[in-house]
Nanobody, 122 residues
Framework: QVQLVESGGGLVQAGGSLRLSCAAS????????MGWFRQAPGKEREFVAA????????WYSDSVKGRFTISRDNAKNTLYLQMNSLKPDDAAVYYC???????????????WGQGTQVTVSS
């Protein structure tokens, strides 16, 4: 079982920025592609962005492309999501997890952390 701890969320005005972090334990982080997912109230969890182990391939949901940047530091077992030009529709609880392969939008583990709340005011 992998421990995932998300942090960095908060309340921002539309157009603002936040940087999320995900601390992951175990070998999975270094040997697997990782991604960010989010869930808004009353909605299903959805894919946001993902990155391969080496960091050279990244892919995003169309709704965040050009505004969000995913990165990772394998030595620190940490995944990041830089979010710029935030919109009210970005408001959600953000989670990290593995993804099943390159360009996959599916999580690879049934275990989730507590997530970090992002609130965007208009």
């Amino acid at each position: 079982q992998v421990q995932l701890v998300e942090s960095g969320g908060g309340l921002v005005q539309a157009g603002g920025s936040l940087r999320l972090s995900c601390a992951a334990s175990g070998r999975t982080f270094s040997n697997s592609a990782m991604g960010w997912f989010r869930q808004a109230p009353g909605k299903e969890r959805e894919f946001v962005a993902a990155i391969t182990w080496g960091g050279t391939i990244r892919w995003y949901s169309d709704s965040v492309k050009g505004r969000f940047t995913i990165s990772r530091d394998n030595a620190k077992n940490t995944l990041y999501l830089q979010m710029n030009s935030l919109k009210p529709d970005d408001a959600a609880v953000y989670y990290c997890n593995g993804v099943t392969g390159v360009y996959s939008r599916d999580s690879s583990s049934p275990y989730w952390g507590q997530g970090t709340q992002v609130t965007v005011s208009s």
